[in-house]
T-cell receptor, first 109, second 112 residues
Framework: GIQVEQSPPDLILQEGANSTLRCNFSDSVNNLQWFHQNPWGQLINLFY???GTKQNGRLSATTVATERYSLLYISSSQTTDSGVYFC???????????FGAGTRLFVKA | EAQVTQNPRYLITVTGKKLTVTCSQNMNHEYMSWYRQDPGLGLRQIYYSMNVEVTDKGDVPEGYKVSRKEKRNFPLILESPSPNQTSLYFC???????????FGPGTRLLVL
């Protein structure tokens, strides 16, 4: 099955700093989503981005499907950005969803 | 308000006592799914359903059952819970497969 790897596993930022999170996947995908899990455990949709680039405020994402990776950019980070960021994919050959292990982000005030 | 709801939110039970976690969505979504989240392992898919009466196994289906008798509901059944099923469970739905998934608030289960 598809393997999904996220990097870095942990990230500590000073408030106001920028960061890039990466998601690599091992096979072709029809669907790629980025989620933020806040400290209370809630999973929040950030982007549905099987290909191309999208922006939403301080967050943007790019997926290069042909090279099998996606990037999530966080600019001017805030303490409320803390939590775990997951990418999840669905392969072209089936209907299962595979999550990466996540990037744990802590933003210091 | 469009949402996915799960009940109960917290549950403590004992080994072998059958339990059901309910999941309901009000968005007329065809695709629904259950995940478990364990420390260091991310989320792993247990079962998914493409539509009413259509279900299939995810990556970790052992010890779980599901049913999809109505479009809005997708209950997760643990016939004989064991301590290794202690976890955080999420239900999710999307309009169709391979589209944006929306997650419920999660159910924390402790099996003693």
């Amino acid at each position: 099955g598809i393997q999904v790897e996220q990097s870095p596993p942990d990230l500590i930022l000073q408030e106001g700093a920028n960061s890039t999170l990466r998601c690599n996947f091992s096979d072709s995908v029809n669907n790629l989503q980025w989620f933020h899990q806040n400290p209370w455990g809630q999973l929040i949709n950030l982007f549905y981005i099987p290909s191309g680039t999208k922006q939403n405020g301080r967050l943007s994402a790019t997926t290069v499907a042909t090279e099998r990776y996606s990037l999530l950019y966080i600019s001017s980070s805030q303490t409320t950005d803390s939590g775990v960021y997951f990418c999840a994919v669905e392969g072209t050959g089936g209907f299962k969803t595979i999550f990466g292990a996540g990037t744990r982000l802590f933003v210091k005030a | 308000e469009a949402q996915v709801t799960q009940n109960p939110r917290y549950l403590i039970t004992v080994t072998g006592k059958k339990l059901t976690v309910t999941c309901s969505q009000n968005m007329n979504h065809e695709y629904m799914s259950w995940y478990r989240q364990d420390p260091g392992l991310g989320l792993r898919q247990i079962y998914y359903s493409m539509n009413v009466e259509v279900t299939d196994k995810g990556d970790v289906p052992e010890g779980y059952k599901v049913s999809r008798k109505e479009k809005r509901n997708f209950p997760l059944i643990l016939e004989s819970p064991s301590p290794n099923q202690t976890s955080l469970y999420f239900c999710a739905s999307s309009l169709r497969s391979k589209e944006t998934q929306y997650f419920g608030p999660g159910t924390r289960l402790l099996v003693l």
